[in-house]
């Protein structure tokens, strides 16, 4: 059998540099395992699969019918568009659910960052797959844990954890107990009037992430905030967002003034079009559409997990008939200049590396989907110094709130194309 091409795999809608690549020593290992157990392709599963270094060389090797998972949306649109360049078909894709693992014999597991991401997926694989189902899970030795050895021992009796090869380890799980009447996931939290649920896989789980939590107070929309003003603040009347109340704390006249002369005079249609952009279980866009009954408001993230966590958090804050969510890359499928505000809290990481290339690709989407005059409010971790990128792809930006760890800026949308 030929060797499989793994270097003309691309990670492409992903973010691509000379330091990320679209296979690894993970994804050798546990091919080399699988066709080691010359498994059937209709009994076999692949989940967290990333660009197709898993799926592709297996079915390349004749296992037809393999079931895949991929909860980021640039992942499955990176493993059609290797499948498709490399003549490759033979696999479908699935949600985490009951169509993925029934009947399914042998399951192969890129490990999750996230160890309430591997409690949801243990407990589906030994809810939904055959009683003789074996997991083979895989990672990364410098990000293994002996604490994932025991989220796996919750759900199987047989964990075994196999040697080290090329920096990566295999651990193999067998013997499913039995599963529990109610799924662990999802979770629910309240905080102050806000009801967050979360799937395993969304970021920061049921919990307020602190760059959310400062980006909602510094636009007067936090929960406590909100339940104190009450709904006709003029910090909440504003059309299409807090754009007063933020321009006034603004670091100063000078600035604030800049701001204003680059805006010019608003003229929104009703109701405003509003975007959270990476939007994770949807604390800002429920948020908003508490404080704005009025606005038309959109959720989008590349994480299904969070995507459906959004949705539930929608339906347990009674806003699901205000509030859209759907599953894209940073956007793309959302019009040109359709809106009048974005709200977006950039990730830092991308997988298990800190990288600014995803804060990037959300800017420059915010720059497309923003109208002449739409204003992008941002929370990042202020040693990123993102402002300076914010001034080129969307425009003239001011600082609105910094605390020790966050910085809150209002960026106003130029009129033209954004620079390359």
């Not at 013997?175 to 920061?204: C, I, K, N, Q, S």
């Not at 321009?247 to 079009?273: D, F, S």
């Not at 202020?382 to 930006?397: F, V």
Request: aromatic share 4%.
């Amino acid at each position: 059998m030929p060797e499989f091409p793994y270097s003309r795999l691309r990670r492409w809608p992903d973010v691509e540099a000379d330091n990320l690549q679209a296979h690894d020593a993970t994804d050798l290992l546990l091919v080399e395992r699988a066709l080691a157990l010359d498994a059937s392709g209709a009994e076999t599963v692949v989940i967290g699969e990333e660009y197709g270094a898993i799926t592709l060389p297996l079915v390349d090797s004749g296992m037809q019918g393999i079931r895949v998972h991929q909860d980021l949306a640039t992942g499955r649109r990176a493993l059609v568009r290797n499948a498709e360049e490399l003549g490759i078909d033979g696999f479908t894709s699935h949600e985490l659910d009951a169509g993925l693992l029934a009947g399914a014999r042998l399951v192969l597991l890129q490990l999750p960052k996230s160890l309430a991401e591997l409690e949801e997926i243990a407990d589906a694989v030994a809810r939904w797959s055959a009683p003789d189902v074996v997991l083979i899970a895989g990672g990364r030795v410098k990000h293994m844990t002996p604490t994932q050895n025991d989220v796996l021992a919750r759900n199987f009796a047989q964990v075994q954890p196999q040697r080290a090869e090329r920096k990566s380890r295999l651990i193999v799980v067998s013997e499913p107990r039995e599963a529990p009447v109610d799924p662990p996931f999802p979770v629910t939290a309240r905080h102050d009037g806000l009801t967050l649920v979360a799937h395993g896989g969304a970021f920061a789980g049921a919990r307020l992430d602190i760059g959310t939590r400062v980006l909602l107070d510094a636009l007067a929309l936090s929960p406590a905030l909100r339940q104190a003003q009450g709904p006709s603040s003029a910090a909440l009347r504003q059309a299409p967002g807090p754009s007063s109340a933020a321009l006034r704390q603004a670091q100063g006249p000078t600035e604030a003034g800049a701001l204003r002369q680059a805006q010019g005079p608003i003229e929104v249609e009703a109701p405003p079009r509003v975007l959270d952009l990476g939007c994770g279980t949807g604390a800002l866009a429920v948020s908003y559409a508490f404080a704005h009954p009025e606005a038309q408001v959109t959720a989008t993230d590349r994480s299904a997990a969070a995507v459906a966590s959004a949705r539930a958090t929608t339906a347990a804050n009674g806003v699901a008939d205000r509030v859209t969510v759907t599953h894209d890359d940073a956007g793309s499928a959302l019009p040109d200049a359709s809106f009048d505000v974005v709200l977006l809290n950039p990730p830092f990481h991308l997988g298990s590396s800190v990288h600014t290339g995803a804060a990037t690709r959300l800017f420059e989407a915010a720059a497309r989907v923003l109208r002449p005059g739409g204003e992008l409010f941002t929370v990042y971790n202020s040693s990123l110094g993102y402002r300076a990128q914010l001034e080129r792809l969307i425009g003239p930006t001011a600082q609105l709130h910094r605390t020790p760890k966050f910085t809150v800026t209002r960026s106003i949308r130029r009129s033209g194309s954004t620079d390359s």
